[in-house]
């Protein structure tokens, strides 16, 4: 297996690997990476025959293999891009971890059943990133500040819902529904659950469940929790024909709404938008349209990217890293009921 010291890696181009070459990766990763100077793709891996082909098309340089065990044993990597199905994420991390190579993975970092996998390491020895991508995108930092210092009051609910369009993300592989993926709570849910302990500045002391079936298997979510400080949050999860994200967070004295992520958040004291504020959402949402660019998946995808880049170069850990992808794995082993027991075997030490 080829390891490179990581003391070569500073100030000049990194080499990168990506495994999973599907519409993420296609459409927000490689658009993102090809605005960055320092960073080239030189390998991607995929099981999948079309998939290499696209890969070859888009970058005629670039090495393709069938998995990331091949990739990761015939290259000389700075970093790896893991964007495969949630199932492969763990166990192409350890390859990547073994081979001395910083990862950057796409949420959700594991499924709950390998938790017993995940090494007891320290966030300095995993070095990994996981995309939680909501914490990059302004409006929602926006949220988050006004909900910790005071712009509303003391923090009381959290209300946030999360649709989204399955058959969009299903265009090159099926594997969202898959029974063995993770489904809705993973896909959904990782992301849901740390931009909820974001705003609430904790973590939930209870977190619960509840699965419903429209179209396919629990393809509907709702989850609950309880900070301590009497904070609760519900999070309405769903694969649906239409996209919807909102976000809507009150405290004593005000509260502050983000009717879509691509709008602007507005604080109100009675939970209604004024005229104006509806105008300057449209503007926003007419500004990223004609930009898509500063549309949230393709800015926050950038934005992250960016900050993992940066974060090999000066040898800072990554955040979020190892620790917050075991701690956001956790609550999710939580809420579909997985016991204490199970729940804590494995993870971060620090």
């Known amino acids: 297996m080829n390891v490179r010291p990581q003391n070569a890696i500073r100030g000049r181009i990194r080499k990168l690997g990506i495994t999973g070459y599907g519409r ?7 658009p993102a990476l ?11 891996a995929d099981p999948l025959e079309e998939s290499r082909l696209a890969a070859v098309k888009w970058s005629p340089l670039a090495r393709v293999y069938l998995s990331h065990e091949q990739m990761m044993s015939q290259e000389i990597l700075d970093a790896v891009l893991i ?8 166990a192409a991390w350890l390859e990547a971890r073994k081979a001395g190579v910083a990862a950057f993975v796409e949420k959700p970092f594991a499924l709950t059943s390998q938790m017993k996998d995940l090494p007891q ?11 939680f991508n909501r914490r990059f995108w302004p409006p929602y930092q926006q949220v988050i500040e006004a909900a910790r210092y005071g712009a509303i009051g003391a923090l009381r609910n959290i209300q946030f819902t999360f649709h989204t369009d399955v058959a969009r993300w299903s265009q090159v592989t099926q594997h969202r529904l898959s029974p063995g993926e993770g489904g809705v709570l993973h ?3 990782s992301q ?4 909820i302990c974001q705003i609430a500045n904790g973590e939930p002391r209870q977190i619960s469940a509840s699965f419903a079936s429209k179209r396919w298997e629990s393809d509907c979510v709702h989850l609950e929790m309880e900070f301590p400080g ?5 999070c309405d999860l769903a694969y649906d024909p239409q996209n919807r994200e909102s976000l809507s967070v009150t405290g004593s004295t005000a509260s502050i709404l983000l009717r879509e992520p691509n709008m602007t958040p507005h604080v109100t004291n009675n939970c209604q938008v004024s005229a104006a504020a509806r105008l300057e959402d449209y503007a926003w949402m007419g500004y990223r349209f004609l930009f898509p660019t500063q549309r949230m998946l393709h800015y926050t995808i950038t934005e ?13 850990h990554f955040k979020p890293g190892y620790a917050e992808a075991c701690a956001n794995l956790r609550l999710l082993a939580l809420a579909s009921g997985v016991t204490n027991s199970t729940m804590t075997s494995g993870g971060a030490n620090g």
């Open 192 to 195: 849901a659950i740390d931009l």
């Open 121 to 131: 390491v320290s966030d300095a020895e995993g070095r990994v990133m996981i995309n």
């Open 304 to 316: 992250a990217l960016n900050v993992f880049v940066e974060s090999i170069g000066a040898d800072r």
């Open 34 to 44: 090809a605005r960055m100077r320092d960073v080239r793709v030189v390998a991607v």
């Open 83 to 90: 964007a495969s199905p949630p199932s492969s994420h763990l």
């Open 187 to 189: 896909d959904l849910g």
């Open 24 to 30: 993420l990766a296609r459409e927000y990763y490689l």
């Open 230 to 234: 009497g904070v609760f949050a519900r």
